[in-house]
């Protein structure tokens, strides 16, 4: 925490409001007018705000407790508390984010979420922020719980103009988004104490794996949102050219799925990008014998990862040409990628037809127009295997026929 605190005056903070960001600054010394943030313009006189984040060397037991912080201050925080998601970061500099939350009190309920908080924070690795307006509310401080009470530090709380990156773009390289095996499996591996299923994830793992070796046939993978008619599509194409039909995550996987949906967004992410590798080792296999037809690969986990951890309009996600975009350099590349695309309304009608249960991130595609619009957005800016969008409105023999075309074309086939 003391090293965080050196450069505290120079951190932004990041409060989530209605899907999006809110930023706010602090200053050791007021200059001008007070100018209370947009953050704090609906918190009543008299309310106090407060902000948790969480300091934790080690960035998997941080991550795991950060994800169980919200359900254990939804239990305990009095009804109206206003939990919202927040961070806090200094603008262009790598490694600098640190998570939490933020919420608010009504009169009355301080007294009882300052001893909630004093004993998360004695226990956990937070640091405790309260804030308290000014009699008129025309400016907040921020104060500092880890000092002493004889000496408190306090800022001044000011409005903060939009940073050039989104909190999370420039942590997310190998956290949400993994561009090596390596780095997958190191994240797996610190877990295997808490979750013993890791062991046997990483088993099945092959003992070598050659990203660079071409395969003999055509690798063609489909990619695109649930109910875009990627199941049809596959197996019809599989019938069509006498393909291998393989699917991401791989069927050997199945099995502690559930179990690592539960986890937090590091250790989740690092299992999916396993099962990339894992099915990298079964495209090289199959495609020695015949062309290979795979459901979903590096693109999805990819897309889905970048447009969750960062909120807001399509603007906030990283620009076009960046890093996170790009294909990792020890995974097998696809002869073709194949975007399914639909229009939002006739997809959720499909949907609704299966009845089939959805998993978090498709709830979500279904609330939140924002989030399925970073989603496809992001699907469209990989480069390395770059996705060729394919209109899947059609009847499902058109949408092959047209498939068919493509994979001529690009693959010879």
């Avoid at 309310?47 to 060397?57: A, I, M, P």
Wanted: contains cysteine; aromatic residues 8%; negative net charge.
């Amino acid at each position: 925490i003391l090293k965080r605190f050196s450069m505290w005056s120079s951190r932004v903070f990041s409060v989530e409001v209605d899907g999006a960001p809110r930023y706010f600054g602090i200053r050791e010394q007021l200059r001008g007018e007070p100018v209370p943030p947009d953050v704090f313009s609906e918190v009543q006189k008299q309310d106090r705000c407060y902000s948790l984040l969480v300091c934790s060397g080690d960035r998997v037991t941080g991550d795991r407790f950060h994800w169980e912080l919200r359900d254990r201050l939804q239990r305990q925080l009095p009804p109206g508390s206003g939990l919202r998601s927040m961070s806090s970061f200094i603008p262009d500099q790598k490694g600098s984010l640190l998570k939490g939350y933020f919420l608010q009190s009504r009169a009355g309920n301080s007294s009882l979420i300052e001893d909630i908080l004093t004993d998360l924070e004695q226990r956990n690795p937070v640091l405790v922020c309260s804030y308290s307006q000014s009699e008129d509310g025309q400016q907040w401080t921020q104060c500092l719980w880890y000092q002493s009470e004889d000496n408190p530090v306090r800022f001044c709380v000011v409005p903060s103009e939009t940073p050039k990156h989104h909190p999370s773009v420039l942590n997310m390289i190998n956290s949400d988004v993994f561009y090596s095996l390596d780095e997958a499996c190191d994240v797996l591996k610190q877990c295997g104490d808490i979750i013993p299923e890791t062991r046997s994830v990483l088993g099945m793992l092959p003992s070598s794996l050659d990203a660079r070796r071409k395969p003999d046939f055509p690798v063609i993978v489909i990619e695109g949102l649930d109910a875009t008619g990627k199941t049809t599509l596959t197996e019809s194409l599989r019938d069509s050219l006498g393909a291998t039909l393989l699917r991401s995550p791989p069927q050997c996987l199945s099995a502690w799925r559930g179990r690592f949906d539960r986890e937090p967004p590091l250790i989740r992410r690092a299992f999916y990008a396993v099962g990339n590798y894992i099915t990298a080792e079964q495209i090289n296999q199959e495609a020695s014998k015949s062309p290979v037809i795979v459901d979903r690969f590096w693109h999805s986990t990819a897309a889905y990862a970048i447009a969750t951890a960062v909120t807001g309009p399509v603007s906030n996600l990283p620009h076009e040409g960046a890093e996170v975009y790009h294909w990792p350099g020890d995974l097998l590349q696809p002869s073709l990628v194949i975007l399914l695309t639909l229009d939002p309304e006739e997809r959720k009608r499909r949907l609704r037809s299966r009845g089939l249960m959805k998993t978090d991130e498709e709830e979500e595609l279904d609330h939140n127009k924002l989030f399925r619009t970073r989603v496809e957005e992001a699907y469209r800016r990989i480069v390395g295997s770059a996705c060729i969008a394919l209109d899947a409105s059609p009847s499902a023999d058109l949408v092959l026929q047209q498939a068919l075309l493509l994979i001529r074309a690009k693959c010879h086939l």
